[in-house]
Every structure is written in C-alpha cells, then in structure tokens.
C-alpha cells in the first residue's frame, strides 16, 4: 500500500452519455503518445449485476470493493497514475469512496458538461437498444443536479462544440494546473 496522496488519480466524471469513457480513451492514447504510464478504470463495468446485492441496491460497496481489487492489480501491474470515469452526482460522496477504496490516490477531478440538446443527442447515439427511454431523462436530471452542485467551477469542462481530442486536451491541461497532477 502507497503513501496517502502518492498516486495521482484524474476523476472524469459527468452525465450518462456525455462522453466521460471516450475522453478518458483520448487521454490513455494522448498519454500513450506522450510515454506517460498510466492505467484507466471505468466504474461502469465494475457493478454491472443484476439484481443488486442484498443489502447494497446502488452496488456502492461492490464497486468500492472492485475498484480496490482492479487498482490493486493494476499497480501491481507498475501503473503509477490512474484515469478513472463515474457518474459522480454527488462529487464528495463518491471522492470519500475512491479514497476508501484507493487511500494513497491524489485526486483530481473534471466533470464533463454538454448542454441538454448535445446531451440527449450523444445518449439516443450510445442508447441502441430500448435503454433511451431510461437514460435520457436519467442523464438530463444527473447534468441538472451536478451543475448545482459545481456552479462556477472552473473544473468544469464543456463539451458541446468541441472534439474529444480537444476536450482530452482540455482535461489534461487542467490535471497538470492541479496540484502538481503529473
């Protein structure tokens, strides 16, 4: 086990649908580019049961255990940084959960925004099957309530017209600005 605070750890998160997983494979393939070691994580795929465990009916602790159990092997593996993606309504909620599961992570997090029009737009794109009826509103209420709770924010990078090699770039560049990232 590392040192509080030793493993940089870069939190994308935002909306269902608003591209969280693409950015976060632009930023692998940019730091790739770069010869920057690093391992990526998408919390999506780590409480993916059905029905959910007794006792656990938002898989919270099943994706806090997942997650330490992934990193684990992934550090062992020599990744010295993670790129983590979440839907994180309640940002420090979900920040006591990462640093549960990953106590040494030094966390910086960028929430991706698009607007309601692009956010539907990328959700009817991703959402083939019968999940639009579910997700859309889904995404929209999620947008709603974190940009309450971010408000000005200058971590808050918007998507709508940009491209995802772009906003990679974007995120990447507010990582550095923050706390000595890389």
């Not at 030094?106 to 083939?128: F, G, K, N, T």
Request: charge should be neutral; charged fraction near 25%.
């Amino acid at each position: 086990m590392g040192l509080a605070g030793t493993v940089p750890t870069l939190l994308i998160t935002g909306p269902g649908g608003v591209g969280k997983t693409t950015v976060a494979h632009e930023v692998c393939r940019q730091l790739q580019a770069a010869d920057v070691a690093h391992a990526m994580i998408d919390t999506d795929e780590l409480d993916r049961v059905y029905p959910p465990p007794g006792g656990d009916p938002h898989k919270t602790d099943l994706t806090r255990r997942n997650l330490a159990a992934v990193w684990s092997n992934l550090r062992d593996a020599g990744a010295p940084r993670l790129i983590l993606t979440m839907v994180a309504v309640s940002l420090s909620d979900e920040l006591a959960n990462i640093r549960e599961a990953i106590p040494e992570a030094r966390i910086v997090a960028v929430r991706l925004y698009a607007s309601e029009d692009a956010l539907l737009e990328r959700v009817r794109r991703r959402e083939v099957g019968s999940g639009y009826g579910h997700q859309a509103p889904r995404s929209i209420g999620q947008s709603r309530v974190m940009g309450r709770e971010c408000g000005g924010d200058r971590s808050v990078v918007d998507t709508t017209a940009r491209s995802v090699p772009e906003t990679a770039r974007e995120v990447l560049d507010h990582a550095r600005r923050s706390a000595g990232f890389w």
